[in-house]
């Protein structure tokens, strides 16, 4: 298997949204479930957007698809635990969008999961790809990795 | 059907527990599936109970066992609204536990659901019941109804 | 506290919907959590209505709101165990509906765990209550428990 | 953005686990959340694992950790479709296991999602890696892709 690349820090990311942990999130293992990592990157990636102004379920003709979402993990994190997601811009093209996202345990520095997670902005009639709306640039930018 | 029952007032809780939603809370309906009321309420009980010291996974030869849940639906909740879950102690039996709970949207005083929550408590490699633990009857004295 | 009813039968229940288990159903003590039953209970009623015709996501102006659900817990149930969920009308009035429901474990005959649920039928525009659709009354008449 | 690969067919899978889907696994797009993938993988690995016998939770004192994830979304899955996840065995290292793995809807050919999953097999005590069990090793060989 390749080497793996080593875990990021708090200041390689842009924006932070905490995250509480619940008892259903541990597994048989007594840890998060890997699958949990995923439903904390899609909370972060969607806030960021509502609070920006530029997602509005009821209202909007458009929608961020996601095609892709990768994770890899570095340490465990257990309910009670508090967690905070690092989301940053990697990638802004035409109509899609590539996150990277890092999960951090308690107040660590060090991310005890990392991953990335595309979108493809679609009309939402017909599911072909459009633009990315103007909104969505504009609440993204600043989230580009410094 | 019969008369529901008014929501309580966040004063007829003595316990409080911030709780962050996920996108993948919202329903089809875009709020917050009826289902995860119930995962804040298995949450608010065990994090009560982990901060007090009286549950450890690890090594506990005893277990709450939930044996019955309730929840009534007065408002609706949606993404990324934080909530607040209320905890009482209702009633202290030898082996069981009945909870009181309430999930409060945002800053609202008026519960958005309610319910209960049945706790026995039993030996894990029997799963007879067992008197209630002493660390767990002093964890949950405090959480008496005023 | 109220001594509990004895858990009833398949031959109690008018439909059935088989559920597969999932890995991160188990939790920490390595049965399928408390909340995870509530989440079979929301997809047998719903896939019913679906399956009859009388419940269309992308063009309904009326929803059937969850205001109140219960279960009693009698049996573990455990990935990768399969259940089947049983399902029967136990009122129907001019705008609500209860339904009852059971989870049997694999071919067990008693049930792991019963409980109820209530919708009331609302106008989504105004989150009033209307009266029960005449497609959703169709549907669920056959459910009468016998 | 790179191009992205085909869409496998089942030929190109070993072994097949069938997946209900869940009212809850819709999200306020009504399509099967990007996340509850995940939680299909994780359900084939580990249902794989045990009925070959090599996996047994409560007495096994080394688990598979999960340390890396990813997947590929070509089409939606809504309830309540029927999924069937296939399942591959990609690489088998001295420690570790890299499965992939895709999600075919209904009676489909062509995959709606495509991913790879990797477990490092560690002594549970430590947390350090130990070789793949050869229990674990002798049910996955049958896993090679053809």
């Given at each position: 298997?390749?080497?793996?690349?080593?875990?990021s820090r708090r200041a390689d990311y842009a924006h932070f949204t905490?995250?509480?942990?619940?008892?259903?999130?541990?597994?048989?293992?007594?840890?998060?479930?890997?699958?949990?990592?995923?439903?904390?990157?899609?909370?972060a990636?969607?806030?960021?957007?509502?609070?920006?102004?530029?997602?509005?379920?009821?209202?909007?003709?458009?929608?961020?698809?996601?095609?892709?979402?990768?994770?890899?993990?570095?340490?465990?994190?257990?309910?009670?635990?508090?967690?905070t997601v690092g989301l940053r811009?990697?990638?802004?093209?035409?109509?899609?969008?590539?996150?990277e996202l890092a999960v951090f345990?308690?107040?660590?520095?060090?991310a005890?999961?990392e991953?990335?997670?595309?979108?493809?902005?679609?009309?939402?009639?017909?599911?072909?790809?459009?633009?990315?709306?103007?909104?969505?640039?504009?609440?993204?930018?600043?989230l580009?990795?410094?």
């Open positions: 298997m390749p080497p793996r690349p080593a875990p905490p995250i509480t942990t619940r008892w259903s999130d541990n597994d048989a293992y007594r840890h998060v479930n890997n699958v949990v990592y995923y439903g904390f990157f899609d909370t990636v969607n806030q960021q957007l509502i609070a920006a102004g530029a997602l509005d379920l009821e209202r909007a003709d458009r929608a961020g698809l996601v095609v892709e979402t990768h994770c890899r993990y570095f340490a465990p994190v257990s309910f009670p635990d508090r967690v811009l990697a990638q802004l093209g035409t109509s899609s969008l590539r996150y345990r308690n107040d660590d520095d060090e005890a999961a991953g990335h997670f595309v979108h493809v902005w679609v009309d939402r009639a017909s599911n072909r790809p459009v633009p990315v709306p103007p909104e969505v640039r504009a609440a993204v930018e600043p580009r990795r410094r």
